[in-house]
């Protein structure tokens, strides 16, 4: 089994270029199925998320050319309507492809996403919304079939959890339905603001992304374009803390600061010191002493639950108590008993953790349960006494683009051992 091996205290120094964000290519890919014409995504990042919705794409019909780090989709002979359970099983986010199907095509037999590691992650708000556009929905032998042979009918959506996947899956449909679509309480992330830059320059007509309430006139036909996606602010928040959590002196580039506001915010309150140095570079110092501090996760704008388990493993080497609050995700702790195993104390109340700070944390070998607790147990390992070994690699290879190289450029003694 592969493995990261990494030999703690080596402060961290130099400079690390961020790539695009993952959850704004992923359902950028999708949109790709609804122009008549190919769309391009540059420079995408190299993840196993990104490899998962291609092969998806694929076995509906899609002509992908790659060049690199550049993929034109071509959807124009799109020849299929369902998605496999293998292909679900894989990753939640494949089930973006109903709305999109749903609106050029007219239907979508989609493998029910398993609840995945962090939760039941339902898709309820999804089907709520596909029906009040008219669609019909059906549920059976592990399948959600869904059926609009006269199209889709704009309509009042209310959301009742500003759900990120829900608002897209919408976005995407609202885009070539028939009519004006409102989602009230819809997701704020930057992600989806990246999304609808990327249908407006398709053709689609589509209002006030980025706020609670959004507003898409439906069109006859899109057009394919070419689309950079925004920084991955998860990506790069990872590394602040890799910073602060490791010590040292680490220039994030291909960032935009206005995306981590919370993350800078409480970095700050711990002690470490952050300089916004350009609009898209920001440098993290630290002497690995570390202020604890409380955070609690929110939809954006509030602190990211996708950074909360990368804090969590801040926290633990922190100088008193921080109480670490996941609203998000009804089960988003597993890295808490991992952390445990390298010396940390936490305490799991609900949806509270109490990390009580520890002089240091002791190597240990550690398994990823999910992408981010992934890298949170590799940050500990750079902050540890002795030698950590993380296994269950496929977490991090889905959604962490070269995460061995990066370090190691940073200084960090880190390497990727075993076979595959
Ligand atoms: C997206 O997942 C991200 N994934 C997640 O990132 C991120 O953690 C999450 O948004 C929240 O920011 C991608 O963008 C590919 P949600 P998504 O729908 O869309 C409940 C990572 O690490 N809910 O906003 O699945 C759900 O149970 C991943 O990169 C319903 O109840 O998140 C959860 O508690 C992990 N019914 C909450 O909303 C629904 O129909 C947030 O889910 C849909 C969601």
């Not at 992934?374 to 500990?380: D, H, P, V």
Request: one cysteine or more.
């Amino acid at each position: 089994m592969e493995k990261l091996v990494i030999e703690g205290g080596t402060p961290l120094h130099g400079s690390v270029r961020i790539s695009s964000a993952k959850n704004a290519v992923l359902p950028i890919i999708v949109a790709a199925l609804l122009p008549e014409t190919p769309a391009t995504v540059v420079d995408a990042p190299e993840l196993d998320d990104v490899r998962t919705i291609c092969s998806v794409l694929e076995s509906l019909g899609v002509v992908i050319h790659r060049n690199g780090r550049e993929m034109t989709f071509d959807a124009a002979h799109i020849d299929r309507t369902e998605a496999s359970y293998e292909l679900m099983s894989r990753m939640r986010a494949s089930f973006l492809v109903m709305g999109p199907l749903l609106a050029k095509k007219g239907h979508a037999k989609i493998a029910l996403p398993g609840g995945c590691m962090i939760g039941s992650r339902p898709i309820d708000l999804h089907l709520k919304a596909f029906e009040a556009m008219g669609a019909e929905i059906q549920i059976h032998n592990g399948y959600v079939e869904a059926s609009a042979p006269q199209g889709l009918k704009g309509a009042e959506i209310y959301l009742d959890f500003p759900s990120v996947g829900a608002t897209e899956n919408v976005l995407m449909a609202a885009s070539l339905a028939e009519g004006r679509t409102v989602i009230e309480n819809a997701a704020e992330e930057p992600e989806i603001v990246d999304l609808v830059t990327f249908l407006s320059s398709m053709g689609a007509n589509i209002k006030g992304a980025g706020t609670n309430v959004i507003r898409i006139e439906g069109v006859k036909r899109l057009e394919g374009v070419s689309h950079t996606a925004i920084p991955d602010r998860i990506e790069a928040g990872t590394f602040m803390i890799a910073a602060a959590m490791a010590g040292g002196d680490v220039v994030v580039e291909n960032v935009l600061s206005e995306h981590l506001k919370p993350l800078l915010a409480k970095l700050t309150e711990a002690g470490v010191k952050v300089v916004k140095e350009d609009i898209d570079r920001v440098r993290v110092i630290s002497d690995g002493h570390i202020r604890s501090t409380d955070i609690k996760t929110l939809p954006y704008p509030g602190f990211p639950t996708d950074l909360q388990a990368q804090f969590m493993a801040l926290m633990t080497i922190g100088s008193g108590v921080s109480t670490i609050t996941e609203t998000v995700f009804e089960n988003r702790f597993m890295h808490a008993g991992e952390l445990q195993r390298m010396g940390a104390s936490i305490q799991i109340e609900g949806r509270k953790a109490i990390v009580t700070g520890v002089p240091f944390l002791q190597g240990a070998f550690v398994r990823a349960t999910d992408l981010r607790a992934g890298a949170a147990l590799t940050l500990a390992g750079l902050a540890a006494h002795g030698t950590t070994e993380v296994g269950d690699l496929h977490h991090i290879d889905r959604g962490y683009d070269h995460l061995v190289e990066k370090l190691q450029g940073l200084g960090a003694r880190i390497s990727r051992v075993g076979t595959n």
